[in-house]
């Protein structure tokens, strides 16, 4: 009850849930077009990369969101041009982007004049600090995202699944590939407040393999894996607030272990003779 009293008293919870429940809707959709088309690594190279944009940022005395923005919409593209034209293969576009970000962030942070700031809230996330601005443009975000897959879905499915047979079908696969790469480079940077850069990735993935292992429609994993990333922030902020530990480590946690649940349920229930066909006729007879 202490945490619900604390949800109606404190601003500052009321926007951590709401982040949470925000975070888990973008994450969810993103996450499922991600893992389908098995470019997760892209979306590890984005979030790293925009580490540079923060650097940057910080050096002229701008907002650190905007530079992040600008780099991990660039980097998308970027990825995305060179791996579609063939000039370099995808892994090592975003091995070199992922580590040229990070390279630049760490550089323009030390040389920014005065104290350096501390980069923990953008590198492990801190949905406590999120504020009323980040929530507005989350929530319009999210609400953008489920609009477009609900015109656009179809299309989206064929590219993150076959890219050769969309484009027999007509698809336009390199215009649609390049408007995925931005809207993932934005839910990156949405989500980095909340989450951090180096947690995001588990997020958008973890959420979508869980829900994965017992449904294969494209639809039902995007609406079940915002409901389990949902779940996970909720419980994760609980624990965080319960143990004075930080929520997003919490949910990554606790999302990695409901993961190894679910893979190991089918193999405690073949050692219990659940689902063994030759076991089960024994039984019958």
Avoid at 171 to 196: D, H, K, N, Q
């Amino acid at each position: 009850m202490n945490f619900l009293n604390n949800i109606l008293e404190y601003e500052f919870i009321r926007n951590a849930v709401w982040a949470a429940i925000l975070t888990g809707i973008v994450c969810g959709i993103i996450g499922t077009y991600i893992v389908s088309k098995r470019s997760v690594f892209l979306s590890g190279g984005i979030t790293h990369a925009s580490f540079g944009g923060i650097g940057l940022a910080y050096y002229f005395g701008i907002n650190p969101l905007i530079g992040a923005t600008l780099f991990a919409i660039l980097s998308a593209l970027g990825i995305e041009f060179a791996s579609n034209k063939g000039k370099i293969r995808e892994d090592s576009a975003i091995g070199i982007i992922w580590s040229l970000g990070m390279a630049i962030g760490i550089i323009f942070i030390y040389m920014t004049p005065g104290y350096a700031p501390s980069m923990m809230n953008y590198l492990f996330g801190n949905i406590l600090t999120v504020t009323d601005t980040n929530i507005t443009f989350l929530a319009i975000f999210a609400i953008a995202l489920i609009l477009i897959f609900i015109f656009m879905g179809r299309p989206i499915m064929y590219v993150a699944f076959d890219r050769e047979f969309s484009k027999s079908r007509g698809v336009p696969v390199e215009r649609i590939s390049y408007f995925m790469a931005t809207l993932t480079a934005l839910a990156i940077v949405l989500c980095i407040r909340a989450v951090g850069i180096v947690l995001l990735i588990s997020l958008l993935t973890v959420p979508t393999v869980i829900v994965n292992t017992r449904i294969k429609s494209f639809d039902k994993i995007m609406i079940w894996a915002s409901a389990v990333a949902i779940t996970g922030n909720l419980a994760g902020l609980y624990f965080s607030w319960l143990l004075n530990i930080p929520a997003g480590a919490a949910t990554i946690f606790l999302l990695a272990i409901f993961l190894i649940a679910v893979k190991l349920l089918p193999l405690y229930r073949n050692i219990k003779g659940v689902g063994n066909p030759r076991k089960n006729r024994e039984k019958d007879s």
